[in-house]
């Protein structure tokens, strides 16, 4: 499918602040916008008030880390997305240094890492998954190590102590999703050659199956849509698992399998019963995928994009790419009409970005940006 092309005015650029190496996604909270880079040995978590970009605070801590050389063509992490929650900014290194700020002041709450440095023999790009902030319990949920070892821990956000501990799989870069699922509340994430599901309260391992791509990277995060847990990678089908059992123990079985959409790095959004992502198909390819049926809904033409990260926003996608490009998609009709496409970036984006209004905020290699949307 060809999307028609209406153009909108160019987003307009309000500030732009250097905030150093890396692609750490940007997070919104009220009056500000907060994300993480890297100079040298040291990583910097910085906070910015939105409509100026006046500096609110930063800081910054020594945390050496080098990446393997089979991943030098991106810039240096980190990669993880600050998270903002009941007054308090939580943000990951990419050597797994996790500090909890007060969001008002930038002043240090308390520091974890895990046991023993990341390495990065086989965890090209180090630690790169998302924290998961569960409301319901008030905790931090972390999937830390690397390919000799990981633990994915369950933290008291007010204190950083260790409820409980899981340390049956190693992490890759998905990050971790949440549901009620058999009537079990869980954290449901990827390994590097398995996907799983523990028990979010106590930490017991409920299911677990093989899943490992190409290249043993897993990158792309869980979706639950319904009863069904959504999983693709690297030349893997995007297929979807139903997770039935009690505390007993669960099962999972496929549902559904679509061959023709692996994904890769991007992460899809979901609307509803419909599933919208980037397939690396065709040189990647935008598609709409029906999460009941797993039939595809529609494709766009090939070289859509190398990468792309996406927000939805109603029933407007848009999507930042790898090449630095914004797309706004109107998804409505269910025939998809591209709105625009304009330059946000000179450096890579691999970023999801932030929008909060009118107001769109894209971190590139080395900068964060505030833009006005059309």
């Known amino acids: 499918m060809i999307l028609s092309l209406l153009m909108l005015a160019s987003p307009v650029l309000q500030w732009s602040a250097e905030v150093g190496l890396g692609y750490s996604p940007p997070v919104i909270a009220g009056?500000?916008?907060?994300?993480?880079?890297?100079?040298?040995?040291?990583?910097?978590?910085?906070?910015?008030?939105?409509?100026?970009?006046?500096?609110?605070?930063?800081?910054?801590?020594?945390?050496?880390?080098?990446?393997?050389?089979?991943?030098?063509?991106?810039?240096?992490?980190?990669?993880?997305?600050?998270?903002?929650?009941?007054g308090v900014l939580y943000t990951l290194g990419a050597a797994a240094n996790l500090h909890a700020y007060d969001f008002a002041t930038g002043k240090l709450k308390w520091e974890r890492a895990?046991?023993?440095?990341?390495?990065?023999?086989?965890?090209?790009?180090?630690?790169?998954?998302?924290?998961?902030?569960?409301?319901k319990q008030n905790r931090l949920v972390v999937f830390w190590g690397d390919d000799?070892?990981?633990?994915?821990?369950?933290?008291?956000?007010?204190?950083?102590?260790?409820?409980?501990?899981?340390?049956?799989d190693h992490p890759v870069y998905a990050s971790i999703t949440a549901a009620t699922l058999g009537g079990l509340r869980q954290y449901i994430t990827l390994g590097e050659q398995s996907a799983f599901g523990v028990d979010a309260a106590t930490g017991k391992l409920l299911w677990k199956i093989p899943y490992k791509d190409q290249w043993n990277e897993n990158t792309v995060t869980p979706v639950v849509a319904g009863d069904a847990v959504i999983l693709s990678g690297v030349r893997k089908p995007t297929a979807a698992y139903t997770i039935a059992g009690s505390t007993a123990g669960q099962r999972a079985t496929q549902k559904w399998s679509n061959a023709d959409l692996p994904m890769y790095l991007s992460d899809p959004v979901l609307d509803g019963t419909v599933l919208y992502g980037l397939t690396a198909r065709g040189k990647g390819r935008l598609f709409a995928l029906d999460t009941q049926s797993g039939k595809t809904l529609w494709t766009s033409e090939g070289r859509y994009a190398e990468n792309a990260r996406f927000l939805l926003a109603g029933k407007i996608?848009?999507?930042?790419?790898?090449?630095?490009?914004?797309?706004?998609?109107?998804?409505?009709?269910?025939?998809?009409?591209?709105?625009?496409?304009?330059?946000?970036?000179?450096?890579?984006?691999?970023?999801t970005p932030a929008i909060a209004g009118k107001q769109l905020f894209v971190k590139d290699e080395t900068s964060l940006k505030a833009f006005t949307l059309p």
Request: contains cysteine; neutral net charge; charged residues 20%.
């Open 31 to 86: 009056d500000r916008v907060c994300t993480i880079g890297r100079t040298g040995e040291q990583e910097t978590v910085a906070c910015y008030e939105r409509a100026s970009g006046k500096l609110a605070w930063r800081d910054s801590y020594r945390a050496p880390f080098k990446k393997n050389s089979y991943a030098q063509r991106m810039a240096p992490g980190p990669f993880s997305a600050p998270i903002a929650q009941n």
């Open 114 to 135: 895990p046991a023993r440095p990341v390495s990065t023999s086989n965890l090209f790009c180090g630690t790169a998954m998302t924290p998961f902030f569960d409301e």
């Open 317 to 351: 996608l848009y999507a930042v790419t790898s090449a630095g490009e914004l797309i706004i998609i109107d998804v409505a009709s269910g025939v998809p009409k591209e709105l625009a496409r304009h330059e946000v970036a000179k450096t890579e984006v691999y970023a």
């Open 148 to 168: 000799s070892g990981g633990e994915l821990v369950s933290l008291d956000a007010a204190t950083g102590k260790t409820v409980w501990s899981f340390t049956g």
